[in-house]
């Protein structure tokens, strides 16, 4: 009886987040198609969707009361908010204090004070085992931390140049291969500033539903839905041409296919480490592989030219799914 009031419960927290995320983002981005058309893909509106998720997240936690919502997540999650409004507030409007480069002094002070304020909790064992349930401590398995960025990356990079040498595609500035691993190392440099949009998603995707979906589903299915919503929710954008314009309809395929693809892996990490920082770094190397890839070795958002990426990520979320992580019931099942 009290096994079927959990499930309920969490059921019930499953959507309630789903319905706070996915209705928030498509009535912004759907308002902003409105006025914008395909302009709002440039449009500094943009900026605002990569957090909803974590938002929903812990308006879901505090709502019904999670027990992983200890003193040390409550003040980690409330400086995320703070950098999170911060970061939007003078990216919408204007740097209130000016700029270090192209970085607003505000945002850069707040966002590393935030991500220095984990780190220390993570130094504090007493700490770091009660931000655990949350997923928000370092976790364990420290080498996946090495092994899985360093795999990703090398066959992120590996498709893109397979896509150029094999004629599907050309960087959208001239390749250049030097230039782009200066990108990618300026990119990633920045990581201690611009963590809270890679953590605005992963937050609410890796950590809340996540462990609500598996909990629900088990590992093997939990990842394919997971992957399947990820993909769902940036249907609207898709649908104006923010991935494969050349092709919507088959694009829009296969991005579901890539959201799961690469969702796996993201998934496969958080379960080895028990930590959310796993798929925070995974993302923002993501990100920085079509920031900087797509100008200077290949333009992935060719869908031919992308297909190399696809196939070689797949292998790799292929070999993970074999893994018995997905039916550790400790790994998955997190959820008190």
Same mark, same amino acid.
């Given at each position: 009886?009290?096994?079927?009031?959990?499930?309920?419960?969490?059921?019930?927290?499953?959507?309630?987040?789903?319905?706070?995320?996915?209705?928030?983002?498509?009535?912004?981005?759907?308002?902003?198609?409105?006025?914008?058309?395909?302009?709002?893909?440039?449009?500094?509106?943009?900026?605002?969707?990569?957090?909803?998720?974590?938002?929903?997240?812990?308006?879901?936690?505090?709502?019904?009361?999670?027990?992983?919502?200890?003193?040390?997540?409550?003040?980690?999650?409330?400086?995320?908010?703070?950098?999170?409004?911060?970061?939007?507030?003078?990216?919408? @409007?204007?740097? &209130?204090?000016?700029?270090?480069?192209? *970085?607003? /002094? $505000?945002?850069?002070?707040? !966002?590393? %004070? =935030?991500? #220095?304020?984990?780190?220390?909790?993570?130094?504090?064992?007493?700490?770091?085992?009660?931000?655990?349930?949350?997923?928000?401590?370092?976790?364990?398995?420290?080498?996946? @931390?090495?092994? &899985?960025?360093?795999?990703?990356?090398? *066959?992120? /990079? $590996?498709?893109?140049?397979? !896509?150029? %040498? =094999?004629? #599907?595609?050309?960087?959208?500035?001239?390749?250049?291969?030097?230039?782009?691993?200066?990108?990618?190392?300026?990119?990633?440099?920045?990581?201690?500033?611009?963590?809270?949009?890679?953590?605005?998603?992963?937050?609410?995707?890796?950590?809340?539903?996540?462990?609500?979906?598996?909990?629900?589903?088990?590992?093997?299915?939990?990842?394919?839905?997971?992957?399947?919503?990820?993909?769902?929710?940036?249907?609207?954008?898709?649908?104006?041409?923010?991935?494969?314009?050349?092709?919507?309809?088959?694009?829009?395929?296969?991005?579901?296919?890539?959201?799961?693809?690469?969702?796996?892996?993201?998934?496969?990490?958080?379960?080895?480490?028990?930590?959310?920082?796993?798929?925070?770094?995974?993302?923002?190397?993501?990100?920085?592989?079509?920031?900087?890839?797509?100008?200077?070795?290949?333009?992935?958002?060719?869908?031919?030219?992308?297909?190399?990426?696809?196939?070689?990520?797949?292998?790799?979320?292929?070999?993970?799914?074999?893994?018995?992580?997905?039916?550790?019931?400790?790994?998955?099942?997190?959820?008190?």
């Amino acid at each position: 009886m009290q096994r079927e009031e959990n499930r309920s419960q969490v059921k019930k927290e499953l959507i309630v987040f789903l319905v706070l995320t996915f209705g928030a983002t498509f009535l912004l981005e759907l308002v902003g198609i409105g006025i914008y058309g395909s302009g709002i893909l440039t449009n500094k509106i943009m900026l605002i969707p990569m957090y909803i998720p974590a938002i929903s997240a812990i308006l879901c936690m505090v709502a019904f009361r999670s027990a992983a919502l200890t003193r040390e997540a409550g003040i980690f999650l409330a400086s995320f908010l703070v950098a999170s409004a911060i970061s939007l507030l003078e990216g919408l @409007y204007r740097p &209130l204090l000016g700029t270090i480069g192209p *970085l607003p /002094v $505000l945002t850069v002070v707040v !966002s590393v %004070t =935030a991500f #220095l304020l984990a780190v220390g909790q993570n130094l504090k064992r007493p700490w770091r085992d009660r931000l655990t349930l949350a997923r928000l401590s370092v976790g364990m398995n420290y080498r996946y @931390y090495l092994f &899985l960025p360093v795999a990703f990356s090398v *066959l992120f /990079v $590996l498709g893109l140049l397979l !896509s150029h %040498t =094999a004629g #599907l595609s050309v960087p959208t500035q001239g390749f250049d291969p030097g230039a782009f691993a200066m990108f990618i190392g300026i990119y990633l440099a920045t990581f201690v500033v611009a963590w809270p949009k890679y953590f605005g998603e992963e937050y609410g995707w890796r950590y809340y539903l996540h462990d609500r979906v598996f909990a629900i589903f088990g590992g093997n299915t939990g990842v394919l839905l997971i992957g399947l919503v990820w993909g769902l929710w940036h249907l609207p954008l898709n649908l104006v041409g923010m991935n494969f314009p050349d092709n919507l309809l088959t694009g829009n395929l296969v991005y579901l296919v890539y959201t799961v693809t690469i969702g796996i892996i993201y998934s496969f990490g958080v379960l080895k480490t028990g930590s959310i920082w796993i798929a925070v770094l995974l993302h923002a190397i993501t990100d920085s592989m079509v920031v900087s890839g797509y100008p200077f070795l290949a333009n992935g958002q060719v869908l031919a030219a992308f297909l190399p990426v696809l196939v070689l990520l797949g292998a790799m979320a292929s070999v993970l799914l074999r893994s018995r992580i997905w039916t550790d019931d400790t790994a998955v099942r997190v959820i008190s």
